[in-house]
T-cell receptor, first 114, second 117 residues
Framework: QQQVKQSPQSLIVQKGGISIINCAYENTAFDYFPWYQQFPGKGPALLIAIRPDVSEKKEGRFTISFNKSAKQFSLHIMDSQPGDSATYFCAASIYNFGNEKLTFGTGTRLTIIP | GAVVSQHPSRVICKSGTSVKIECRSLDFQATTMFWYRQFPKQSLMLMATSNEGSKATYEQGVEKDKFLINHASLTLSTLTVTSAHPEDSSFYIC?????????????FGPGTRLLVL
């Protein structure tokens, strides 16, 4: 059972545009939502994360929007650059000491074209 | 940021042999490390949770006798793929959990690409 659904599967955005990737979750116990960026042949790197007590978090060009009632969260990349071309994974976990495990979305392959 | 390394980055082996992959947290101690498997263009699938000084916890469907995990120190976990077969060919990624106060974050290694001939 896919607990975190991610869309779109692939996305092409023009340089300077806004890239938007969406995720939806089912388990209301999730309370930590990170986004990871992965380049080909490399491990994922933590990009930005949010907890459900806030509706938005911004770090540089990257913003997470969180809608607790809809059980959805999204990543916005402003002023998208060719170097942002990568695969992005949303994830969710129960943010507690002990057996925290990340549940990943299916990934979005982002391509930024000049 | 916290750094996690993996060794080797790439390995090719013959069917039936065993392969050991190391995961190290370079600048922090990690009581918990995770092992994932990723097929091309797919998401990360958690294989097991590795706890320092105790037995690993395997996810459903993962053969613990085939994928041996040892977490002997706070900075090193190893995954041994025993009697490897071509279907074990994949990208194996580890992560280490850093706990800072009330915050926990998983930092990932660069991955190990395994090809079994």
């Amino acid at each position: 059972q896919q607990q975190v659904k991610q869309s779109p599967q692939s996305l092409i955005v023009q340089k300077g545009g806004i890239s938007i990737i969406n995720c939806a979750y089912e388990n209301t116990a999730f309370d930590y939502f990170p986004w990871y960026q992965q380049f080909p042949g490399k491990g994922p790197a933590l990009l930005i994360a949010i907890r459900p007590d806030v509706s938005e978090k911004k770090e540089g060009r990257f913003t997470i929007s969180f809608n607790k009632s809809a059980k959805q969260f999204s990543l916005h990349i402003m002023d998208s650059q060719p170097g942002d071309s990568a695969t992005y994974f949303c994830a969710a976990s129960i943010y507690n000491f002990g057996n925290e495990k990340l549940t990943f979305g299916t990934g979005t392959r982002l391509t930024i074209i000049p | 940021g916290a750094v996690v390394s993996q060794h080797p980055s790439r390995v090719i082996c013959k069917s039936g042999t065993s392969v050991k992959i190391e995961c190290r947290s370079l600048d922090f101690q990690a009581t918990t490390m995770f092992w994932y498997r990723q097929f091309p263009k797919q998401s990360l699938m958690l294989m097991a949770t590795s706890n320092e000084g105790s037995k690993a916890t395997y996810e459903q469907g993962v053969e613990k006798d085939k994928f041996l995990i040892n977490h002997a120190s706070l900075t090193l976990s190893t995954l041994t793929v025993t009697s490897a077969h071509p279907e074990d060919s994949s990208f194996y990624i580890c992560s280490a959990r850093l706990t800072t106060g009330a915050q926990e974050t998983q930092y990932f290694g660069p991955g190990t690409r395994l090809l079994v001939l």
